[in-house]
C-alpha cells in the first residue's frame, strides 16, 4: 500500500536556527511531491513542489529550500529560521486521480 | 492562477443536519479534489471529482465543469465530520493543486 511518512510531528526551534524536515513516499514510484505551509487561519500555501529527482520548482520567494536527493524523499530546509517561519507544514505526494497528505509538523520558532 | 471560492466560510449544525457546500473556480480544470481536515490537522482526500457525481456513505460530490462549480453535500451530519473541507482544483495542464480557503463546520451534539 501506499504511504507517506513525515517527521517529526511538533518542533520548536529559535530564530536563527536551520530547519530539516523530511518526508518519505512508500509504495509508488516517480510521483509528484509537494510541501505545503499552514498558518493560522486555515488555508495552505504550497511553497515547493517537485516533479522527479532533483527537481524543484518553488511557488513563493522566502526563507526556506527543498531537495530530492531520492525519488521518494522530499527535504525542506532553512538555514536561518525566522519568526514568520512558525506554521503546520505539511508534505503530499499525488497520482493522477489521488493527492495524500502526511500527517505533518507543527513547527514553532521562539 | 485558478481562482477557488469557497462558501459559507463557517458554518454551524446540529447532528443529524444535512448542508450543502459549494466551490466556485474561475478556470477550467483537469482535476478536482475535496478533502477535509479534522481538528488534528490530518488532511483526507473525501473525492476525486473532476466532473459528474458521486457518492460515499452520507457524503456526496458533483462537479459541474462547465459551469465551473462543484458541491459537497453531507448528510445526517455526525460530531466527527467537524473539521475544515477544501476544494481544491488542478488547472489543466498544470501540476499544482489550489486551495481554497475553506469552509470551517461545526457539528453539535
Known amino acids: 500500500s501506499q504511504t507517506i511518512h513525515q517527521w517529526p510531528a511538533t518542533l520548536v526551534q529559535p530564530v536563527g536556527s536551520p530547519l530539516s524536515l523530511e518526508c518519505t513516499v512508500e509504495?509508488?514510484?516517480?510521483?509528484?511531491l509537494y510541501w505545503y505551509r499552514q498558518a493560522a487561519g486555515r488555508g495552505l500555501q504550497l511553497l515547493f513542489y517537485?516533479?522527479?529527482?532533483?527537481?524543484i520548482s518553488s511557488e513563493v520567494p522566502q526563507n526556506l529550500s527543498a531537495s530530492r536527493p531520492q525519488d521518494r524523499q522530499f527535504i525542506l530546509s532553512s538555514k536561518k529560521l525566522l519568526l514568520s517561519d512558525s506554521g503546520f507544514y505539511l508534505c503530499?505526494?499525488?497520482?493522477?486521480?489521488?493527492?495524500?497528505f502526511g500527517s505533518g509538523t507543527r513547527l514553532t520558532v521562539v | 492562477g485558478i481562482q477557488v471560492e469557497q462558501s459559507p466560510p463557517d458554518l454551524i449544525l446540529q447532528e443529524g443536519a444535512n448542508s450543502t457546500l459549494r466551490c466556485n473556480f474561475s478556470?477550467?480544470?483537469?482535476?478536482l479534489q475535496w478533502f477535509h481536515q479534522n481538528p488534528w490537522g490530518q488532511l483526507i482526500n473525501l473525492f476525486y471529482?473532476?466532473?459528474g457525481t458521486k457518492q460515499n456513505g452520507r457524503l456526496s460530490a458533483t462537479t459541474v465543469a462547465t459551469e465551473r462549480y462543484s458541491l459537497l453535500y453531507i448528510s445526517s451530519s455526525q460530531t466527527t465530520d467537524s473539521g475544515v473541507y477544501f476544494c481544491?482544483?488542478?488547472?489543466?495542464?498544470?501540476?499544482?493543486?489550489?486551495f481554497g480557503r475553506g469552509t470551517s463546520l461545526i457539528v453539535h451534539p
Open positions: 517537485s516533479v522527479g529527482i532533483g527537481q
Open positions: 481544491v482544483p488542478e488547472e489543466g495542464g498544470s501540476y499544482i493543486p489550489t
Open positions: 503530499a505526494w499525488s497520482t493522477q486521480e489521488s493527492y495524500t
Open positions: 478556470d477550467s480544470v483537469n482535476n
Open positions: 471529482i473532476p466532473s
Open positions: 509504495g509508488t514510484s516517480n510521483p509528484n
